[in-house]
């Protein structure tokens, strides 16, 4: 069964699914992607600029190309999040020793808690978050999104 929000008129929304990967990570990410394509081509992905060409051209998935992350992309992201248009981030981060997350990515992981966005910061959860995906584990997303067909039938009552 896969995760997707039906609307009212019963056609189905699919899940939001935002991809970041620092450059140490770009590889993993697209890995990860082509395992799981089959899962990820029923949702609507949107990434940073190269981390989305990257995917796009080993998978041929269609990604909604932000920009690079370095001019901004994290922020694009962080905005969708604040308007909680986001159900997924996979996030993998520069793990180097003297890496620390800047003030962008330290707000966008803020956003994600406060708004219950399920992040997958590394491989291991990124696949437990993917194969929940599958299973409709996530279909609570429905009803904590306010764009959501549930949220939507509750406003018209």
């Known amino acids: 069964m896969t995760s997707v929000r039906r609307t ?3 056609s189905v929304e699919l899940l939001e699914i935002a991809i970041i990967a620092h450059d140490l990570k ?7 992607c082509i395992a799981y394509c089959g899962i990820l ?3 609507k992905l949107c990434a940073t600029g190269i981390t989305a060409k990257y995917i796009s051209d080993a998978t041929g998935l269609e990604i909604e190309r932000l920009l690079s992350g370095s001019q ?5 992201i962080a905005s969708r999040v604040a308007y909680n248009e986001i159900d ?9 020793p003297n890496a620390e ?18 992040v997958a910061t590394n ?5 437990v978050l993917i194969t929940a995906l599958d299973r409709g584990d996530l279909d609570w997303r429905e009803i904590v999104n306010p764009r959501s067909a549930y ?6 009552q």
């Open 8 to 10: 009212v008129e019963g």
């Open 26 to 32: 770009k590889e993993l990410m697209t890995q990860l």
């Open 41 to 43: 081509s029923k949702h």
């Open 72 to 76: 901004g992309g994290e922020q694009q």
């Open 88 to 96: 997924i981030l996979l996030y993998f981060q520069d793990t180097r």
């Open 101 to 118: 997350p800047d003030e962008v990515e330290r707000e966008l992981l803020r956003l994600c808690n406060l708004y219950n966005v399920p």
């Open 123 to 127: 491989i291991a959860t990124a696949e």
């Open 151 to 156: 949220n939507r039938g509750l406003k018209n």
